[in-house]
């Protein structure tokens, strides 16, 4: 079982129960019940944190991964503001407007909210001097922090974390791990990349952060900028590991670097990098998952596709099998579920709590999410945009019937170029006779990029072939085609990531089917 990292604790601007008495020695498992227990009943020193009261200023804060920092950082008693050029551009209203209910100051991405040496600028990833707010931050003297930096200090801040990476299925694995540890009364603060359905409702539509105690952080960890490097996790996650976005030498480093400094390192044996992780490993280090494969700690078998999601067998070694269903499709979620298993179990959670809480799962906004039915045509929303995840979304939508209009907007001319061939021959293998692929030019919100890979490129290849694909100047009159050609027993998907727009799209799409 993991052991605590000793070190510094993260301060929040709540009247937090200090935990006292964690007896290392005795594991953490151990440890970490006694202080839930302690948190909820038992009486237990309580000491008064003092706000930090600082200014930060996010650049992007309606962002995917921005938003649910700056929440975090807000429940530390901090003032946020910040920028977005999708305020710019008035997309997503609803989005901003609740930013401001609550509390967020907005401002154009013109450097006009950056005023004061007193402010610490976030950044997405890149500090560029082009960005206005940035260039302001400079000439105030404003400190800049990037947004992995950021995160990073406050989870390695926290005695004990869980750290979720990997190519594909890290913001599910997160929200089914913050679902797990909320039930069993552990309290996490939670950093997500996308909306997990448990926490949401009316008041909290965005719900990608939770504000848990300061002992325990549960995070989505993100390989593609590097920053993973950053990270200093008690236990350490990693789904999957595939071409995306870097080489795999780079990839290979990364993740290998982010086990190695963990305690506990939970890892997939069906995947050969993540599989060669665990064996590089030193003895009792890893906990492994794996579907069908009776040498992983924790198995998955008898796989049963349902209506609303998905049945199995689960082996744990050692242990008697238990009959699960999840409420969520496919069996890369049944994957999904296994490496969320391993993680709390490491922290001495019962299987079968974890089990029960797995259960009333709900799932995550854009992922396979049914927008609904209209005139018997079906339309899903989905995050997938590299050639893992939309393997996963296909073959899930496969096992039932009915033709598919697949509408990928690709996220970037970059990864079209870098995975060209992925994207070709995954299309092509998994669409069936009937289905369509139609495709916009990718996502461009400004800047230099190489733009000689496109999207009549990939339709061109799939076609090759031998499978429908087309190629559109622009997502609207992709619209107007599949609205053109749908028919009753049709499955509507749009997929692609980085253009919170495509939910609002897709329910656009349905009213007019």
């Not at 510094?8 to 009247?15: F, G, P, Q, Y």
């Not at 401002?107 to 909210?113: E, K, P, T, V, W």
């Not at 990270?231 to 990693?238: N, S």
């Not at 339709?459 to 090759?464: L, T």
Request: net charge negative; with cysteine; charged share 20%.
């Amino acid at each position: 079982m993991a052991a605590p990292r000793s070190g510094s604790r993260r301060e929040l601007a709540l009247t937090t129960p200090i935990l006292k008495g964690v007896d290392v020695g005795m594991g953490l498992a151990s440890g970490v019940a006694r202080a839930s227990q302690a948190a909820g009943h038992s009486p237990v020193s309580r000491v008064k944190i003092k706000p930090m009261n600082k200014d930060y200023f996010f650049c992007g804060v309606g962002g995917s991964g921005m938003l649910p920092l700056a929440m975090i950082v807000q429940a530390q008693g901090n003032r946020i503001a910040g920028s977005d050029r999708a305020l710019d551009q008035g997309r997503t209203p609803d989005k901003f407007d609740w930013l401001r209910a609550h509390g967020v100051a907005l401002h154009s991405q013109d450097g006009s909210g950056v005023v004061s040496a007193d402010q610490i600028v976030v950044a997405t990833g890149a500090v560029e001097d082009t960005v206005p707010d940035i260039g302001a931050a400079k000439r105030v003297g404003a400190l800049i922090k990037t947004r992995p930096q950021l995160l990073s200090e406050l989870f390695n801040a926290a005695p004990t974390s869980i750290g979720v990476a990997g190519t594909s299925g890290k913001s599910t694995i997160t929200g089914m791990v913050a679902w797990i540890l909320d039930q069993a009364g552990r309290k996490p603060t939670v950093v997500n990349g996308a909306v997990m359905k448990n926490f949401a409702d009316a008041d909290h539509p965005f719900a990608s952060a939770l504000v848990g105690g300061p002992e325990l952080f549960v995070a989505e960890v993100d390989e593609s900028d590097g920053s993973i490097a950053r990270y200093d996790a008690t236990v350490a996650v990693v789904s999957n590991i595939s071409l995306d976005h870097k080489s795999m030498e780079e990839l290979r480093d990364l993740f290998g670097g982010f086990v190695g400094r963990a305690t506990t390192a939970v890892l997939n044996l069906d995947n050969p990098e993540t599989a060669a992780l665990a064996q590089a490993l030193a003895p009792g280090k890893a906990v492994t998952f794996a579907l069908g494969e009776e040498e992983a700690h924790l198995s998955a078998h008898d796989l049963k596709p349902l209506p609303t999601g998905m049945g199995f067998e689960l082996r744990v070694r050692g242990e008697a099998a238990r009959a699960v269903v999840l409420n969520v499709p496919g069996a890369h979620n049944v994957a999904n579920a296994l490496a969320a298993l391993g993680a709390v179990k490491a922290l001495g959670v019962s299987v079968d709590d974890a089990v029960a809480a797995l259960e009333s799962f709900a799932g995550i906004r854009r992922r396979l999410e049914v927008v609904g039915t209209r005139n018997n045509v079906t339309v899903i929303d989905d995050f997938a945009h590299n050639p893992d995840k939309i393997a996963a979304t296909l073959k899930t939508l496969h096992a039932f019937d009915g033709r598919l209009l697949i509408l990928f907007q690709p996220h970037g001319f970059g990864p079209l170029k870098l995975m060209k061939r992925e994207f070709i021959e995954g299309f092509a293998g998994l669409m069936r006779e009937h289905d369509v692929l139609l495709m916009p030019e990718p996502v461009y919100y400004g800047g230099t990029t190489d733009r000689s890979v496109g999207s009549e490129d990939i339709a061109a290849g799939v076609r090759a072939e031998g499978r429908q694909a087309e190629a559109l100047a622009t997502r609207a009159d992709c619209g107007d085609r599949i609205v053109e050609i749908a028919k009753p027993g049709d499955r509507v998907v749009v997929m692609g990531a980085r253009d919170d727009s495509l939910s609002s799209f897709a329910a656009e799409l349905l009213a007019r089917l």
